[in-house]
């Protein structure tokens, strides 16, 4: 195998999606695109689970709350919360939804699979998210949309954006028994490996 550019992703399946019968669908366009799924269980998360999935960090605090401020700022608003104040309330935010229904959480395997994984669920924001991405394609929701009703985008979606997010949100969602390792053939046609 190429070392390194094989790599393990979470996605998860929001309520949602389940709601709107769009898990088939989901497992489909990650199976289409010759990635391999190594896990999968559908959970009620708590809201301590929800927590520790959301965490905040230095980073994720001061790019949020940087995107938040110009964008209110694009509206003519002046925020007097702090990065940490609107990171915490979207966090909040983020865990209430997370929490409103079961989910199913997917780990799948593949070469660049979580660059590949964030261009098959699309944008954040649905409205940005191209025709043929999941959001892109069953969903409209925005971040206008979003703040005027005081919660945050429900996206169906969520996937990993880095490896260190990838493996903090598979050790969170799964145990090491419950990921598979198998030999996936079609990667002999696709890749030659």
Known sequence: MIEGLVEKTFIAAKHDALQRGLLGEIIRRFEDKGLKLIGIKMI??????????????????????NNTRKAAEDKGIKMSETNEEIAARVR??????LTEGPIVAMAWEGFHAIEIGRKIVGHAESRQAPIGTIRGDYSVESY?????????????????????????????????????SWNKERWKVMHKV
């Open 144 to 180: 206008a949309m979003a703040d005027s009703l005081g919660r945050p985008l429900r996206n169906l979606v969520h996937a990993s954006g880095n490896n260190s997010e990838a493996e903090h949100e598979l050790l969170l969602w799964f145990t090491p028994r419950e990921l598979c």
């Open 92 to 97: 909040d935010w983020n865990v209430d939804y």
């Open 44 to 65: 009620l998360p708590t809201k301590e689970m929800a927590q520790q999935h959301y965490v905040l960090t230095p980073e994720f605090i001061e790019k949020l709350g």
